[in-house]
């Protein structure tokens, strides 16, 4: 298995690394500056694995991205993960559109040499 791309953020399970106030707010990524929703910090934001599954809300394609040294086209969806935060990221699909409301989970994928990159790919 190669080396995380980001560590910080997700395991090597395909889980993310998210957090929990103590108001019961949910969050991603993992910080400590504040929550979000009643200002809480410190201590009353507590570290969270988050499953890595949730329900596409939208996906589109890229065909051309202005960074020429990246291939297109690609797939980018907005994920609201099954405990609450959304995230926007890369999907483990090559250059279709998903239909909204399609189950999702996150996968590890092999990228430049031996990382891995955590996308998201249709549920099965």
Known sequence: MGALLKPSLYTPAATLLGGRCACGHVFFPMQTHGCEVCGRHGTDLQPMTLSGRGTLLASTVVHLHADKARPAPFTIGKVALAEGPVVRTL?????????????????LVPIEGDKLDLRFALER
């Open 91 to 107: 999907l483990a699909v090559s250059d279709i559109e998903i239909a909204p409301g399609t189950e999702m989970k996150a996968v």
